[in-house]
């Protein structure tokens, strides 16, 4: 008999048969910025006063407002230095290279020279507080006997005084507000970064565009401000 030979099957398909196809490359990853902790509940409504803070920052009767200023910024520059004392080992030089604010916000200092430069956060609050201290002892400027006068330039020299404490409290914020958490401290750093801001907007120490900073470069606990006030912590 003969034999009927069965027809040849086709090769199995291998990536050396067929050229290999150019693959579409993979999607991006779509990043969702993280909610800062201080603007997530419950911390955002942690505060050892209840209700709205303008009540506490009244003038009292028969007061000096100068006076008043006075012992409310030597209060508020203490007990900041008290918080950043606690966290100020975790605020070094490789957590912290620049005094950061907000994703794209760093702060300068200006130099001797005029010149801004970019320190490290713990060199740039350590400067802070060694100016705020020298003009808090210096009697010409914060008067401790009576019937001594403040300075003319008092105003202009409080609104600097602010001005960079806002800083010190925007990076703390930014920064270091886990470690805040971890020490449970929520409600008294909250309570004392509310009562500055209260009483900066009350005797116009305080600059709205400081607390918000620019569209480019936000502060921040500009939300945070704008939570306060409608939670009712802050006025609108």
Not at 11 to 26: G, I, L
Not at 130 to 157: E, H, M, R, Y
Not at 200 to 206: D, Q, S
Request: aromatic letters at 12%.
């Amino acid at each position: 008999m003969t034999r009927v030979q069965r027809p040849k099957r086709s090769p199995t398909p291998t990536s050396a048969t067929f050229p290999p196809a150019e693959m579409p490359p993979p999607p991006s990853p779509i990043v969702t910025p993280q909610k800062p902790l201080y603007l997530c509940s419950p911390f955002v409504e942690a505060a050892l006063v209840k209700g709205n803070f303008k009540t506490i920052v009244m003038l009292p009767k028969y007061v000096n407002i100068m006076e008043w200023v006075a012992v409310n910024i030597y209060d508020f520059y203490t007990n900041l230095n008290e918080f950043y004392g606690i966290i100020a080992e975790c605020c070094n030089q490789p957590n912290c290279p620049k005094m950061s604010a907000g994703p794209t916000l760093n702060y300068t200092w200006i130099n001797q020279e005029r010149k801004s430069v970019h320190l490290p956060a713990p060199t740039y609050i350590d400067y802070v507080m060694t100016w705020v201290q020298n003009l808090v002892d210096n009697d010409k400027t914060f008067p401790t006997k009576a019937g001594q006068d403040f300075p003319p330039n008092f105003p202009s020299i409080i609104k600097h005084v602010y001005r960079q404490l806002l800083r010190v409290f925007a990076h703390i914020y930014h920064a270091h507000y886990h470690q805040i958490l971890h020490l449970r401290s929520e409600p008294h750093f909250n309570s004392l970064f509310a009562h500055f801001l209260a009483f900066g907007r009350e005797y116009e120490l305080l600059e709205i565009k400081d607390v918000k900073g620019t569209s480019s470069a936000p502060v921040g606990i500009g939300q945070l401000w704008e939570a306060w006030k409608q939670i009712g912590i802050l006025e609108g």
